[in-house]
């Protein structure tokens, strides 16, 4: 748990969770993958299992199939935002 977010009483993935992301999406373009897992809470691993799926953004790559991915931060605030209203419809 960050050292904050245990200050505070609160898992990083929890309802401030949003804060973080907005925060550390304002100023970027594209975001790299460890910083695109920290955007959403997630590790590396997890965020390359969700790669996989069909819903979740795909990356831009500047330089080609070899490049490393990136993405972009409208596309993640997207992509929390689809899936935050889809639990809320399901409760």
Avoid: C, N
């Amino acid at each position: 748990m960050h050292r904050a977010a245990r200050r505070r009483g609160r898992h990083p993935k929890g309802r401030d969770h949003q804060v973080a992301t907005e925060s550390l999406t304002q100023d970027r373009l594209l975001l790299t993958i460890e910083e695109t897992a920290r955007a959403l809470g997630l590790s590396r691993a997890q965020l390359f299992r969700l790669r996989t799926t069909r819903d979740f953004p795909q990356p831009i790559r500047l330089l080609g199939p070899a490049s490393h991915p990136r993405w972009r931060p409208v596309d993640l605030e997207s992509y929390v935002e689809k899936k935050q209203k889809g639990k809320s419809s399901h409760e």
